[in-house]
């Protein structure tokens, strides 16, 4: 009697009967008989048919059948195509090491010896067609399964237009036939055969990348046509090796390709001596604008890779000057402007670029004399909007009868989001007017709680110099808005020689204040904190509001200016014509302090551990930068602690 606990173990295997023994006991093996592959077919079948389910999704034109047949019909032609690659791959080889080789018999001969059937460009493997390139050789294009005829009744004409930013292309088909038109492909893409209109049949294609597009019509003759066109003009990452090649990539931004989402490399130091010069010419920024309709602006990724470009002569009148002229919403990098290099023009000019609009800025520096006869001019950028730069340098002079910065002209925010002017220092001479500084000649914001801006991390040893009406700081000569102005250390001695109606001349700041319409409420803050002031602040000729460390902070209905940990060194003087400094100025010195010239409020908490002279023990600039802190700086160097450099400075 069999064991009813035994366990009863059937290994089916399709199209193979076998037999395995029970798992319990010593007994006979019984034999399980085997389904065959078309049988359980059937089977799926009948059940199908039976729970009712329509006979078409299997036997049907998209069935389960058809789409077997189809599966077995890409595999072939893979395999066909596979042959065939890997016969050209050899080639390729071949075309280097092999002496006789040719691109017409030598390439007939080895093909066919791979059983491959070859009439001119046109070569069938395991039926298949395809059409290759002799010159490479590669494949072209597939062109389906049989001896496939060219017609002659075909016609293909094509155009190119590019879009005005040169970031795509439109391609344009327009194919006439004798023949009703069956299919239509680009580089193997499928294209809808549009409706034929007027005997033409025409596809508008938008591509993004340049090379040769190959157009492959066929008709209901199953014949076929071959057709190709170029596209050369879309913007692509580049390198630039040569001062040429800069000229090139600067013909193709002002002539509208913006380089948006590319990125352009330099790979070498440039010399332009070649290019530009006082026997040559200007040169012509990259980036142009010339109103607000009528722009040509950079808006890719220039990574200059530290590399230094040199001879940049431009002598003008004209505004918007700079290695680049205009940026929009794209990014510098590692760009430095060698010291041969010589800048004059109207207004927004800088070193790297005359006006920037919502872009970055980062490890560029300039060493080339600045010189401008209008507004905004930076040792880097002229004019900066709702934008960001860190770690940048100058050390060549500046000159101009406007707004004048050492690293940024101008700097205006008008957005909500989080901007900064941080991680950057100056060396060279700063001389302007109305508003002129070590870092920024002016820094503003509108009447928006929503923006964050800071200047941080920054340092002026240049000497600044106002030439009229004022605004002088040893960071910036003006801050109006929501700003915070911190872990920043002046210097370079600040001097109004002989300016006329001068106000506001300040070691850091020349005047902290708020915009003009803030309302009563407002949480907007102009702050400067954690900054240091050791050098001379002197006008030769009676000023308004002179201070060792702020000029004048104009404390609106709202008090919301503030100055706090703040540090003047005790032996640089203050000095304001015949008027004698005082620790806070005051009507009757024409508000000169020692520490601040005029304040709306000296008390707590708007003006609050502001060192003063009779402080004993001073703190080292390295100390009050470090946020009052000796410890290791994520920004600063310690090995002058009273005159620290960056971190990142080599």
């Given at each position: 009697m069999e064991n009813k606990n035994s366990t009863k173990t059937y290994l089916i295997r399709v199209g193979t009967i076998i037999s395995r023994p029970f798992l319990g006991g010593n007994v006979k093996n019984k034999n399980t008989h085997g389904i065959t592959l078309i049988a359980l077919v059937i089977t799926i079948i009948i059940l199908l048919i039976l729970a009712g389910v329509v006979l078409n999704l299997t036997i049907g034109e998209n069935g389960i059948i058809a789409k077997a047949q189809q599966a077995g019909k890409n595999y072939d032609e893979a395999s066909a195509r596979e042959k065939l690659e890997l016969a050209l791959v050899d080639l390729q080889a071949q075309k280097v090491i092999d002496s006789t080789y040719n691109e017409t018999t030598y390439i007939d001969s080895y093909l066919t010896q791979k059983q491959m059937i070859v009439i001119g460009d046109k070569v069938t493997v395991d039926g298949w067609q395809f059409e290759i390139d002799r010159s490479v050789p590669k494949i072209v294009i597939g062109l389906g399964k049989g001896q496939i005829e060219e017609s002659t009744t075909i016609n293909i004409q094509t155009a190119v237009t590019n879009a005005l930013d040169y970031t795509k292309a439109t391609i344009k088909i327009e194919i006439t036939s004798d023949e009703d038109i069956a299919s239509i492909q680009l580089n193997g893409e499928e294209i809808e055969v549009p409706v034929k209109v007027d005997g033409k049949y025409i596809v508008e294609k938008e591509v993004s990348n340049n090379g040769n597009y190959i157009i492959n019509v066929k008709n209901t003759k199953n014949e076929y046509k071959i057709g190709k066109v170029q596209v050369t003009e879309i913007s692509e990452d580049m390198d630039i090796q040569t001062a040429e090649q800069l000229v090139a990539f600067r013909e193709r931004v002002n002539k509208g390709a913006t380089y948006e989402g590319r990125t352009v490399k330099l790979v070498n130091d440039l010399n332009l001596s070649g290019i530009c010069g006082e026997e040559k010419g200007n040169w012509e920024p990259i980036g142009s604008y010339t109103s607000e309709t009528d722009t040509k602006p950079f808006k890719g990724t220039f990574e200059g890779n530290n590399y230094t470009i040199d001879y940049l002569y431009i002598n003008t009148t004209n505004d918007y000057q700079g290695l680049f002229g205009y940026v929009e919403k794209g990014t510098i990098k590692g760009i430095i402007i060698g010291s041969n290099s010589s800048i004059t023009g109207g207004s927004h000019i800088g070193g790297i670029s005359g006006f920037m609009v919502e872009s970055t800025v980062q490890n560029c520096g300039n060493n080339g004399a600045i010189t401008s006869t209008g507004d905004s001019t930076g040792g880097i950028i002229g004019y900066m909007e709702n934008s960001n730069l860190e770690r940048c340098y100058n050390k060549a002079d500046i000159t101009s009868s406007d707004t004048t910065g050492g690293i940024v002209g101008y700097t205006w925010i008008g957005q909500n989001g989080e901007y900064y002017l941080k991680n950057s220092y100056n060396e060279g001479t700063v001389t302007g007017k109305n508003s002129t500084g070590g870092i920024t000649g002016c820094i503003d914001t509108s009447d928006n709680n929503s923006i964050d801006a800071k200047i941080s991390s920054c340092y002026n040893k240049g000497i600044i110099i106002g030439?009229?009406?004022?605004?002088?700081?040893?960071?910036?000569?003006?801050?109006?808005?929501?700003?915070?102005?911190?872990?920043?250390?002046?210097?370079?001695?600040?001097?109004?020689?002989?300016?006329?109606?001068?106000?506001?001349?300040?070691?850091?700041?020349?005047?902290?204040?708020?915009?003009?319409?803030?309302?009563?409420?407002?949480?907007?803050?102009?702050?400067?904190?954690?900054?240091?002031?050791?050098?001379?602040?002197?006008?030769?000729?009676?000023?308004?509001?002179?201070?060792?460390?702020?000029?004048?902070?104009?404390?609106?209905?709202?008090?919301?200016?503030?100055?706090?940990?703040?540090?003047?060194?005790?032996?640089?003087?203050?000095?304001?014509?015949?008027?004698?400094?005082?620790?806070?100025?005051?009507?009757?010195?024409?508000?000169?302090?020692?520490?601040?010239?005029?304040?709306?409020?000296?008390?707590?908490?708007?003006?609050?551990?502001?060192y003063n002279e009779t402080e004993e023990y001073m703190p080292t600039v390295y100390n009050v930068v470090n946020g009052l802190s000796d410890d290791a700086s994520a920004y600063w160097s310690d090995a002058d602690v009273n005159a620290p450099t960056l971190l990142w400075e080599k």
């Open positions: 030439t009229e009406k004022g605004r002088i700081g040893g960071i910036t000569g003006r801050c109006a808005g929501n700003i915070l102005i911190e872990y920043c250390y002046n210097l370079g001695n600040i001097n109004n020689n002989n300016g006329t109606n001068v106000m506001n001349i300040g070691g850091i700041v020349g005047v902290l204040r708020l915009p003009e319409d803030l309302a009563s409420n407002s949480e907007i803050k102009s702050i400067v904190n954690n900054c240091y002031n050791s050098a001379n602040v002197i006008s030769t000729v009676d000023a308004t509001n002179v201070g060792g460390l702020v000029g004048m902070c104009r404390n609106i209905s709202n008090n919301n200016c503030y100055v706090k940990n703040c540090v003047r060194l005790n032996s640089a003087e203050v000095k304001n014509g015949n008027y004698t400094a005082t620790k806070y100025g005051t009507s009757s010195n024409k508000y000169t302090g020692k520490l601040i010239g005029y304040a709306y409020d000296t008390n707590t908490p708007y003006i609050e551990n502001v």
